[in-house]
T-cell receptor, first 112, second 117 residues
Framework: SQQGEEDPQALSIQEGENATMNCSYK?????LQWYRQNSGRGLVHLIL?????REKHSGRLRVTLDTSKKSSSLLITASRAADTASYFC????????????FGEGTQLTVNP | DGGITQSPKYLFRKEGQNVTLSCEQN?????MYWYRQDPGQGLRLIYY???????QKGDIAEGYSVSREKKESFPLTVTSAQKNPTAFYLC????????????????FGDGTRLSIL
């Protein structure tokens, strides 16, 4: 069953704009991770945020986590054409703790 | 450079044939994983291994088999019992094979695309 679900499914913006992607999940988690996938390639890990953290930054990326709403958001500021990719959230399950469940992803297109 | 190497990049399977996808890592990671990705979808876990000579079924293990005889290698066999094998297969690893493997980033190879002839 799907644990994380991203929203929107697809997002198209102009270079320089900010992009926000959301992830909702169903059960309690220990941590949530965001990954990026360029077309035809493997996934690249972006950020891991733990359940006791509310916000985390890495360069132009900002991730927030609201465990009361069971949701997370990924913000990419000042987007570039090279940010064009699919973005996935992945969550664990607090009870099993042994695997990640990936959402279906948001396809981001940044137009030059 | 350390990383995960998947081969081949493209693979074609004939009816009734078993095929094996290779995954090798030189990151000295304990845990390794196999995922299946269908077009426009997320990843589904097939098998994972937290330590050499041990592996666990994921959510969609039927029609697949694995082995973990060496730390560096985690080959996946797609058997003839897998009736819909056409997909993009991704191998990943993470550093620590202890119980809470979900608390670690995973490093991915660049995938093998499997198609039916």
């Amino acid at each position: 069953s799907q644990q994380g679900e991203e929203d929107p499914q697809a997002l198209s913006i102009q270079e320089g704009e900010n992009a926000t992607m959301n992830c909702s999940y169903k059960t309690s988690i220990n941590n949530l991770q965001w990954y990026r996938q360029n077309s035809g390639r493997g996934l690249v890990h972006l950020i891991l945020i733990r359940s006791n953290e509310r916000e985390k930054h890495s360069g132009r990326l900002r991730v927030t986590l609201d465990t009361s709403k069971k949701s997370s958001s990924l913000l990419i500021t000042a987007s570039r054409a090279a940010d064009t990719a699919s973005y996935f959230c992945a969550t664990d399950d607090e009870t099993s703790g042994s695997r990640l469940t990936f959402g279906e992803g948001t396809q981001l297109t940044v137009n030059p | 450079d350390g990383g995960i190497t998947q081969s081949p990049k493209y693979l074609f399977r004939k009816e009734g044939q078993n095929v094996t996808l290779s995954c090798e890592q030189n990151l000295n990671h304990d845990a390794m994983y196999w995922y299946r990705q269908d077009p426009g979808q997320g990843l589904r876990l097939i098998y994972y291994s937290q330590i050499v000579n041990d592996f666990q079924k994921g959510d969609i293990a039927e029609g697949y088999s694995v082995s973990r005889e060496k730390k560096e290698s985690f080959p996946l066999t797609v058997t003839s019992a897998q009736k819909n094998p056409t997909a993009f297969y991704l191998c990943a690893s993470s550093i620590d094979g202890t119980y809470d493997i979900s608390n670690q980033p995973q490093h991915f190879g660049d995938g093998t695309r499997l198609s039916i002839l």
